[in-house]
């Protein structure tokens, strides 16, 4: 039987790059797709839902609170937005106008990406910290240093914005010692950072505010969803720039406790994040994918995975010209790498992979330059299965012995 996506004329592809934006993000487990089921037959308050979220997104994070969004930039956007207008509605009311406001949001340089486009859609001014190195390499940097951070730091910031990878620089701690000592929160780009499931406490524990992280990446949620969770002030205040604010007066609504009433001088208009609303459905989806994704289950899921590179594996590497070996990929599930001798094959990894791409059913794999350049291909497991790795397999044995 046709699938929904031959239905529409669409090809299905085998998903080897992991759970990329471009090809749907993460494949969701039965336990996800059939609560997202159960979610979608049935109206709820999404002020109530987001508010019992929050609770649960506590419990696992160690954050004062926590709400889901549509995705980690909206997250982050989101996060900005709060940063920028705390409790005072009329700023809500003109994001992302920040003319004659602070709004300055001070990052390493070497971590500025195409991806901090959702924190100047805030109304967010980026200042980079540190220098860019003056030779070859130009995106190279000089290690950037305390002092470098603190330099930049005027009255116009509004937050200190840092995405956490194994090169980081400075440390995280050191980066929300300085932002503490200015009154600034720290927010986190920490979008493919879970798994490992410690990170989710283990960047609050290091100091920051808020924490933007994708659910449909790592975790195994809903692709259109993601986390955002830290101080209960700056949560709130995200979730009010977010929410549908129709529905009763100022006077007459009870909002949870999440939201400090108390703290408003009215309800805020449809806020920067309104076109960003997620649906009921992916909150209880992302909730569900974090309930599974306790240390032992991902302990399993992990073995599992190894067990289909493995097959992969001792499918090819018996093929004069080719090796393997497992890596940490992507949120650290297990990766294959597969090393060509390209002269001794006669065709190229770019050449490789072409050719999955082509084949039927297509298949994607990881093609960054920097592999290709070295002749090699990168499997991603997390969205293989028995029969997806089967189909890998046999296809690249045959490219690669013919």
Known sequence: ??????????????????????????????????????????????????????????????????????????????????????????????????????????????????????????????????????????????????????????????????????????????????????????VLDASMEVPPIDNLRGFIVSGADLVCVSGGKGIGGPQSSGLLYGRGDLVASALLQMLDMSGPSFEEWAPPALIPKDKLAGKPLHGIGRGMKVSKESIVGLLVALEEMSPAGFSARQKRQQELLAGIASTIEAIAGVSTRVVSGTSDYPALLVSLDEKMLGKSARQVCRMLAQSSPSIQVYNEERHLLRGEILIQSQNLGVETAAIVANRLSKILAT
């Not at 997202?36 to 037959?41: F, G, I, T, V």
Request: hydrophobic share 45%; with cysteine; charged share 20%.
């Open 1 to 186: 039987m046709a699938t929904i996506y031959e239905r529409l004329g669409v090809r299905p592809v085998i998903n080897a790059v992991g759970p990329a934006t471009r090809y749907g993000g993460a494949i969701v487990s039965d336990t996800v797709r059939a609560a997202m089921d159960e979610a979608a037959r049935y109206s709820v308050g999404i002020e109530e839902l987001q508010a019992a979220a929050s609770e649960r997104i506590s419990r696992l994070t160690g954050a004062e609170a926590g709400i889901v969004t549509n995705g980690a930039a909206a997250a982050l956007t989101l996060a900005i937005a709060a940063c920028i207008a705390r409790f005072d509605v009329s700023i809500m009311n003109r994001l992302p106008n920040t003319s004659g406001l602070p709004n300055e949001v001070v990052m390493p340089w070497h971590q500025v990406s195409g991806y901090d486009h959702a924190i100047t859609t805030a109304g967010g001014r980026l200042v980079g910290a540190g220098f860019p190195n003056d030779t070859t390499p130009p995106n190279e940097v000089h290690i950037i240093d305390r002092y470098d951070i603190a330099s930049v730091i005027s009255p116009m910031a509004v937050a200190v914005a840092y995405a956490p990878r194994p090169l980081s620089h400075p440390r995280l701690e050191d980066v929300a010692e300085i932002a503490h000592r200015r009154g600034l929160p720290v």
